[in-house]
């Protein structure tokens, strides 16, 4: 058990630039989660995976933001035409889809600055 | 509209005393609560979780406890240790739905003084 992997640990952008993060779930883990964290917030849910399906998108992701899970394993999250107020740690989670309730087991995040 | 809130951005307790963290929730839907600890620069770790059929859980120095009527919980520390120095988020979701999509807290940044 590896833990979350998620890269790039931080990105500088431009305003007006495309952004890509990946993730790497546990191995064994089918669900995927997508979060965003602001600073003096909470983790806000974006979207979810169970495999390679997209079953639930917040609606705070706008129609610049896409995720995907193409095989079921590592995901990505593109932002696309990144604004000021983007900026922000974007951490994935993963879980096992058990008949009973699963933690979610973070990754390190990625933060991203958007000037 | 904020489902979970703690309330208390930050609290300072002495090593070897019992630090008290408090959350409460609105949506009566949450079934299934847990305490997760962040260091910075890290994603969040899980500590502890509770289910809304118990009203106690308990491991190690650490016991959450649930009141379903006044939709509040807390999460004690005995005793409280230098390493505990970090954010604690606490966390809820609707197991019915399926997934176990987390709503969170805003934290509360606890410091241990030695």
């Known amino acids: 058990d590896t833990g979350v992997s998620q890269d790039p640990r931080h990105k500088i952008t431009k305003r007006g630039q495309n952004v890509t993060f990946r993730c790497d779930p546990i191995s064994e883990h089918n669900r995927l989660y997508w979060y965003r964290q602001t600073l003096g917030q909470g983790p806000e849910f974006l979207t979810y995976?169970?495999?390679?399906?997209?079953?639930?998108k917040s609606r705070l992701l706008s129609d610049r933001f896409s995720a995907e899970r193409p095989k079921g394993s590592f995901s990505t999250l593109e932002i696309q035409r990144t604004e000021q107020g983007d900026s922000a740690m974007y951490l994935c989670?993963?879980?096992?889809?058990?008949?009973?309730?699963?933690?979610?087991?973070f990754g390190s995040g990625t933060q991203l600055s958007v000037l | 509209d904020q489902q979970v809130k703690q309330n208390s951005p930050s609290l300072s307790v002495q090593e070897g005393r019992i630090s008290i963290l408090n959350c409460d929730y609105t949506?009566?839907?949450?079934?299934?609560f847990l305490w997760y600890k962040k260091y910075p620069a890290e994603g969040p770790t899980f500590l502890i979780s509770?289910?809304?059929?118990?009203d106690k859980n308990e491991d190690g120095r650490f016991t959450v406890f649930l009141n379903k009527s006044a939709k509040h919980l807390s999460l004690h520390i005995v005793p409280s240790q230098p390493g505990d120095s970090a954010v604690y988020f606490c966390?809820?979701?609707?197991?019915?739905?399926?997934?176990?999509?987390?709503?969170f807290g805003t934290g509360t940044r606890l410091t241990i003084i030695p």
């Open positions: 995976f169970q495999n390679e399906a997209q079953l639930e």
């Open positions: 949506n009566s839907m949450f079934d299934y």
């Open positions: 966390a809820a979701s609707v197991a019915n739905f399926g997934n176990e999509k987390l709503t």
């Open positions: 509770i289910s809304s059929i118990k």
């Open positions: 989670a993963s879980s096992r889809r058990s008949a009973s309730n699963e933690k979610l087991f």
